[in-house]
Nanobody, 118 residues
């Protein structure tokens, strides 16, 4: 069983930056692809970014491409989401997720709130 704990959320002005962290425990972190999702009030959860288990290819939603960067440090059992040029529409609860095989994500964190003020 893998436990994921997000941190790093907060309140930031538009144009600012934040780095989210996702600390993993209880499994073989290096064998999992990692992803970030977000859910804004009244909206469905949406995909933000995904990175392969080795920290290799990464994939992004069009809405964040060029502004967000996903990474993972297998030595620290931690995934990151660096967010720059933040916009009010980026306001959401951000969740990290772990995927062992192709298909559904197997484990989810509890989420961290990101609020971007205009």
């Amino acid at each position: 069983q893998v436990q994921l704990v997000e941190s790093g959320g907060g309140l930031v002005q538009a144009g600012g930056s934040l780095r989210l962290s996702c600390a993993a425990s209880g499994g073989t972190f290096s064998s999992y692809d990692m992803a970030w999702f977000r859910q804004a009030p009244g909206k469905e959860r949406e995909f933000v970014a995904h990175i392969t288990y080795s920290g290799g290819p990464a994939y992004y939603a069009d809405s964040v491409k060029g502004r967000f960067t996903i990474s993972k440090d297998n030595a620290k059992n931690t995934a990151y989401l660096q967010m720059k040029s933040l916009k009010p529409e980026d306001t959401a609860v951000y969740y990290c997720a772990a995927q062992k095989d192709v298909g559904a994500y197997d484990y989810w964190g509890q989420g961290t709130q990101v609020t971007v003020s205009s």
